[in-house]
């Protein structure tokens, strides 16, 4: 076997960011999807759709790695999944899980510890850059200073997203990422990922959402999940 | 040589039993629900202790190797399945992880002390490598189980959090790190306690038994600090050895979560 990718050559003018093909996935017998194949170009932004159970929180979930893949291929940046190692491909693909999982401490501290990972390595967490997200969003720096255990549900998610966000990743995968939050924090949280897009040519979000209205908001057309 | 302590007969052991009947009479009396299961434990502990001491009386006669290594290797499959008995989840190969650890980390050092550090000739006698190895096999076995249900409870709880770090970019080995350490104090933990209150709040077992044999105290304590020590490393050892067995069980080369292979047992605590 050869050596898991790390750094992959330049991509093709032309070529995709992502490229998935012929994925299938069943659940105790019950197949979700079969034959699922698109791909993402730089600068789109694509929902995810389909009924609740339909597998789209397992689609994200095996294009972040997470779960094998039944059947099918998934190519990054002109390498297969396969082929990557795991930590940087996920480097560049970032999942958002529906809930968020923050350590124990200051929020600050929670940004900040992903960039011990070897795969971020030569990288630092920069405090500015966080504040000027949170700007964007009308919040100040003492944000940075909570406790992550005093946070309401909105503003894990939004400290979630807040520290993929800093880690740049080139593909962002967003779970649900507004379903338990009120309307101004799913404002708030359209309004980080807009901001991570524009700063970047190389980049693009995948979104899954029940609701029709952010659908339609947030993206530029969309992928169907399920036997729709 | 007269034996340099009182032997007992079965008069004593008669006797030592109506210390027993004493909790039986007030469980009965209050009603506790306490004399069947008594009865039953102590059955059994007699029963089971007779034996022993006549298989021990046997391989002790015997004075050769092979006997002693198999009551060994039979000492150390009961701990290690005892181990995983113990723990309230399972995975596919937790049964041979357990017995691979605590045989490897127990025979280690009781080998390398009987070899090395006590100079036991011939090394099998088993006067001195049965009860050691007992003594560590016990330690080992509370390490183990305590380490791996740690392990596993931990990614059964924290499954959310690992996958996070694992989706941030973290390699399994960094996803897991935090939980190894944790899983190795907890192992760790009953030996260090122990070892902090011998002699001050405890009297080791293994100690009395000695100085009841009619071994001088200062020759009791310094055999107590061997043991200590052998202990510690045996149960840092298999600790340390289950849990990185667990860790390459429950992680796989992807560096994904494989929390699935994890089931969920009725343990015994």
């Known amino acids: 076997m050869s050596r898991p990718v790390t750094d992959p050559p330049p991509r093709l003018a032309d070529a995709p960011l992502l490229a998935v093909a012929g994925l299938r996935r069943a659940v105790d017998g019950r197949t979700l999807y079969r034959d699922l194949s ?191 | 040589m007269p034996a340099a302590y009182l032997t007992l007969g079965p008069v004593q052991l008669a006797l030592a039993a109506v210390l027993l009947l004493v909790n039986l009479g007030l469980s009965a009396w209050l009603r506790l629900g306490l004399a069947r299961s008594l009865l039953v434990a102590a059955s059994r502990m007699v029963v089971q202790l007779l034996l022993v001491g006549l298989v021990l009386q046997f391989v002790f006669a015997l004075h050769q190797p092979l006997p002693v290594l198999g009551i060994a290797l039979v000492m150390a499959t009961l701990a290690g399945v005892a181990a995983v008995n113990r723990t309230r989840r399972r995975f596919p190969g937790v049964l041979w992880d357990s017995l691979l650890t605590v045989v490897t980390a127990a025979f280690l050092v009781t080998g390398a002390s009987l070899l090395g550090i006590l100079r036991v000739r011939p090394w099998f006698e088993a006067q001195y490598a049965i009860p050691l190895l007992g003594m560590v096999l016990g330690n080992t076995l509370n390490g183990i189980s305590l380490a791996l249900d740690r392990f596993m409870e931990g990614v059964a709880d924290g499954r959310e959090a690992i996958e996070a770090r694992l989706a941030l970019g973290a390699s399994r080995w960094e996803a897991a790190h935090g939980l190894v350490r944790e899983s190795l104090r907890t192992g760790m933990i009953p030996t260090i306690n122990a070892m902090m209150v011998m002699g001050v709040v405890s009297l080791p077992g293994m100690m009395t038994g000695q100085i009841l044999a009619g071994a001088a105290p200062t020759d009791a304590v310094r055999y107590q600090i061997v043991i200590m020590f052998m202990i510690a490393s045996a149960t840092a050892l298999g600790a340390l050895g289950v849990t990185l067995l667990a860790f390459r069980a429950l992680f796989d080369a992807r560096d994904r979560l494989r929390s699935e292979r994890l089931r969920r047992v009725g343990g015994r605590r």
């Not at chain 1, 929902?47 to 689609?59: C, E, N, Q, Y």
């Not at chain 1, 390595?121 to 720096?141: F, H, K, S």
């Open chain 1, 38 to 228: 698109f791909a993402v170009a730089p600068g789109e932004r694509v929902a995810v759709r389909g009924p609740s159970g339909s597998g789209k929180t397992l689609l994200l979930r095996s294009l972040a790695g997470l779960e094998p893949l039944e059947a099918g291929s998934v190519v990054l940046l002109g390498i297969s999944q396969a082929d990557w190692s795991m930590p940087a491909y996920r480097r560049r693909l970032m999942l958002l899980p529906q809930r968020p999982s923050l350590p124990e401490g200051s929020v600050d501290r929670a940004l900040a510890a992903p960039f011990a990972f070897r795969a971020h390595a030569g990288r630092r967490y920069d405090p500015a850059a966080a504040r000027a997200y949170l700007e964007r969003v009308g919040r100040t720096g003492t944000f940075l200073e909570k406790d992550t255990s005093r946070l309401s549900g909105g503003e894990q998610q939004l400290a979630a997203l807040l520290r993929v966000l800093l880690l740049e990743p080139q593909i962002l995968l967003l779970d649900e990422p507004t379903a338990s939050l009120d309307a101004d924090a799913s404002e708030a949280v359209e309004a980080l990922v807009a901001a991570w897009l524009e700063r970047g040519d190389e980049r693009a979000y995948l979104w899954t959402s029940h609701d029709a209205a952010q659908i339609e908001r947030v993206s530029s057309r969309s992928v169907v999940v399920g036997s729709a």
